[in-house]
């Protein structure tokens, strides 16, 4: 469940996070108290994961019985996705920025995941009413966030591509899984792009 996705991440990335401690547990529960680790399904709110930064380390819970093991390794690769965006450097977070700001040029409506077509229509409805705000800044996050995940996950297995209005072009997502490839190459023996796809240019 774990092993698999974590072997994945490419090594630039993992340097990048530092030393992270996984730990799998049953359930994690929202108590008023605080989030706790609970053995029997709880009532009210759970989460899928949790973690505590700290000098030097990452403590990261994963919930396990929520969600069958590839929505549990999926979980784990957008928390590392997460974890990761807020360690990007000036000229990384430049670049995937220009990218999302083509993207915009371009009336690129879709997205890659719900949550970031939701923050992309929150921005666009903003823009269209003419009233300044800062929008772009959290759908630029959520978006990078989406795309290293699904990278990841694209890394981890094959994946099939969604189409429709709502989804990414296929050009606009090569672009994007380019750039993921450019800042955190894949480990030996991983691939971004299908052989039979790279033949076919």
């Known amino acids: ?14 340097e990048r996070l530092g030393k992270v401690r996984i730990l ?19 009532q009210g709110e759970k989460h899928s ?5 700290r000098e030097g380390q990452i403590d990261l819970l994963l919930s396990c019985r929520d969600l069958d093991a590839h929505d549990t390794g999926f979980e784990l690769l957008a928390t590392l996705a997460e ?6 450097t000036l000229d990384e977070l430049g670049r995937f920025t220009r990218l999302l700001e083509q993207e915009l040029e371009q009336n690129i409506q879709g997205e890659i995941d719900d949550e970031a077509l939701e923050a992309k229509q929150s921005l666009l409805e903003r823009r ?3 009233r300044p705000t800062n929008l772009f800044e959290s759908y630029r996050d959520v978006a ?3 795309t290293l995940a699904e990278y ?13 209005p709502n989804h990414l072009p296929v050009a606009a997502l090569r672009q994007r899984m380019t750039l993921m490839a450019e800042l955190f190459p894949p480990n030996p023996g991983c691939q971004v792009f299908s052989e039979e796809l790279e033949k076919n240019g």
Not at 33 to 40: I, L, Q, S
Not at 83 to 88: I, N, Q, V, Y
């Open 128 to 130: 269209r009413a003419s």
């Open 1 to 14: 469940m774990v092993r698999e996705p974590v072997q994945a991440v490419p090594s630039r990335l993992v």
């Open 24 to 42: 799998v547990v049953p359930y994690l529960a929202c108590r008023e108290a605080g989030d706790e680790v609970a053995f029997e399904k709880p």
């Open 49 to 53: 994961t949790v973690w505590l930064e």
């Open 152 to 164: 990841l996950h694209g890394l981890w297995h094959d994946v099939q591509i969604r189409v429709g």
């Open 83 to 88: 974890l990761t965006r807020s360690r990007l």
């Open 144 to 146: 990078f966030t989406s």
